[in-house]
């Protein structure tokens, strides 16, 4: 099974820019990969996918701030985040979906100071 970490979280201004990395255990090539964010009281919800061929797709709210990669030599999926607003804070999870299971890491707190 693998497993998911997340890192590079941390405290930031408002206009800052985070870089956040999933780290897998095992190979994540063929696989649809997914950030998704869960704010204080708030539902998660899904920020960007990155398809097993290299697509990407993301919530209008980060569109143009918001950059979704891989490097599947390394297992990992990366995410950039820029512009960042006070909005953007929560905690940010790694996630993919395999035989009908869903796959989460631990998440890293991003928090944005206005």
């Known amino acids: 099974q693998v497993q998911l970490v997340e890192s590079g979280g941390g405290l930031v201004q408002a206009g800052g820019s985070l870089r956040l990395s999933c780290a897998a255990s095992g190979s994540i090539s063929i696989k649809a990969m997914n950030w998704y964010r869960q704010a204080p009281g708030k539902q998660r919800e899904l920020v960007a996918i990155i398809t097993s061929g290299g697509s990407t797709n993301y919530r209008d709210s980060v569109k143009g701030r918001f950059t979704i990669s891989r490097d599947n030599a390394k297992n990992t999926v990366y995410l950039q985040m820029n512009s960042l607003k006070p909005e953007d804070t929560a905690v940010y999870y790694c996630?993919?979906?395999?035989?009908?299971?869903?796959?989460w890491g631990q998440g890293t707190q991003v928090t944005v100071s206005s």
């Open positions: 996630n993919f979906w395999e035989l009908g299971h869903d796959y």
